[in-house]
């Protein structure tokens, strides 16, 4: 028997189904304590802390607030920020910055389309007082001599000029172990490397560069924007 459905049903479901929209938080500021954080003044997550980074929490579109409330504190916020959600999209709010009293809220879209064979990767500079860098991710199996005293093969470094706050498209990698390196854009020395990274098929990747030059403390932080096997 075939199921008839009226217009304004049809109609209906067209907009429902471009109503909502996904949104998680990572906490990226150092000197911050933990926080809870809240969507619309509704708690969401609870005891994030620095480097943690929250689950998808599903929202309607439009715009949105979102805080993070050092625990126990009604103020002040560690963040109090407006954002503006997209319809089906998935999204990521990161708090960066040094501490309480510098700290900003900022927007990135995460891809879901994933590719069955390859690693997909992108690169987000967090790291508010780091130079802008160029950023190779280099096969294991290369000579890790080389590499230390060479600039990386323009295939093995695909991120360049990335300054604080900017965020990487996807690039396509097979899968493996890397040897992460970012160098200074301005002189060419190497601020930061990380001997190995491992990453997987059918998965996509955000790598956020995160810490001080200053306090020696900068880092490499990957997270999992995707993978096959959640759909």
Aim: net charge negative; glycine share 6%.
């Amino acid at each position: 028997m075939r199921m008839m459905i009226s217009w304004p049903a049809l109609l209906v479901l067209a907009v429902l189904s471009g109503c909502n929209s996904y949104v998680r938080t990572v906490h990226l500021v150092p000197g911050a304590q933990a926080t809870d954080v809240y969507l619309d003044n509704k708690l969401i997550l609870k005891n994030m802390c620095y480097k943690d980074v929250g689950c998808y929490t599903k929202a309607c579109k439009g715009c949105r607030n979102l805080k993070f409330k050092p625990i126990g504190q009604d103020s002040p916020s560690l963040l109090d920020v407006k954002i503006k959600l997209e319809s089906d999209a998935y999204m990521t709010l990161v708090a960066m910055g040094t501490d309480l009293n510098c700290t900003e809220g900022v927007l990135y879209c995460d891809d879901r389309i994933v590719d069955s064979y390859k690693a997909r990767i992108r690169i987000i500079h967090a790291s508010p007082d780091s130079p802008p860098m160029d950023i190779a991710l280099i096969p294991a199996s290369r000579d890790a001599g080389q590499t230390e005293t060479q600039p990386a093969d323009s295939e093995y470094m695909p991120f360049r000029e990335l300054c604080f706050r900017d965020a990487s498209i996807y690039n396509e990698f097979d899968p493996g172990d890397y040897t992460l390196q970012s160098r200074s854009v301005e002189s060419g020395e190497i601020i930061l490397n990380i001997p190995v990274m491992t990453f997987c098929e059918g998965t996509n990747y955000t790598i956020f560069i995160i810490g001080q030059c200053e306090k020696n403390s900068l880092a490499a932080m990957s997270v999992i924007d995707a993978q096959e096997s959640w759909e």
